[in-house]
């Protein structure tokens, strides 16, 4: 696979952080597996050559001109978590200086799982929005769909929405259209009475 070290791309209206390629899923849906894309999103590789700095992340992200963007999404070709830390000191920078943006990361929700602690407090005041993907409505279709590295991640994925409200505006979780319908609702149900998040249905991007 051709590797690159694109940081920063544009998808919509927001700016996009590609912190890390490192992952502890392996979802059978995931573009990763497509490696005639050369890990894509339209025009960007996202295989990175190494893992960027935590102070060549900021300076990609201030070489931007930010007023440009709606949202500036913390994510990765794989899961961010693992850059938790540095994501966190790249805002902290950056509200030291100043800067105004809305802050998102996209997430798989293993953060404490990844890190061996309670990391939902490291995202107080530091994001305006945490998208967690659900994926669907049983730990076993869950296990099956996204073979998890770790035990028991669909529920630790749960509480993990669940405590993460305390700390975070709003919590999102999401779903791909390419689960049947009364897996859709029951994934609302999942979303909006057990966890009391936001719920959005995604569409499926191919490349």
């Not at 059978?28 to 590789?45: A, K, M, P, V």
């Not at 700095?53 to 900021?58: D, K």
């Not at 309670?118 to 730990?139: G, K, Q, Y």
Request: with cysteine; hydrophobic share 35%.
């Amino acid at each position: 696979m051709k590797k690159g070290f694109t940081i920063t791309y544009e998808y919509g209206d927001n700016l996009y952080v590609n912190t890390t390629n490192r992952c502890d899923y392996a979802c059978t849906f995931c573009l990763r597996h497509n490696e005639g894309s050369n890990g894509s999103i339209y025009n960007d590789n996202l295989w990175l050559e190494r893992e960027p700095t935590r102070e060549e992340i900021l300076a990609a992200i201030e070489g931007r001109d930010l007023s440009k963007y709606r949202q500036l999404v913390f994510c990765g070709f794989g899961e961010p978590a693992y850059r938790l830390e540095d994501i966190c000191w790249v805002i902290d920078q950056m509200k030291a200086r100043g800067t105004k943006i809305f802050t998102r990361m996209d997430t798989n929700g293993t953060a404490n799982l990844i890190h061996g602690r309670d990391v939902c407090p490291d995202f107080a005041e530091r994001f305006d929005m945490v998208s967690i993907s659900l994926n669907t409505d049983t730990a076993e279709k869950y296990e099956a769909l996204c073979r998890p590295q770790f035990p028991g991640a669909y529920q630790a994925m749960k509480d993990f929405a669940k405590e993460l409200r305390q700390y975070v505006p709003q919590v999102m979780m999401t779903v791909v259209d390419t689960i049947p319908a009364e897996e859709i609702e029951a994934c609302r149900k999942i979303c909006e009475e057990e966890i009391g998040a936001i719920y959005r249905v995604r569409e499926y991007i191919e490349d």
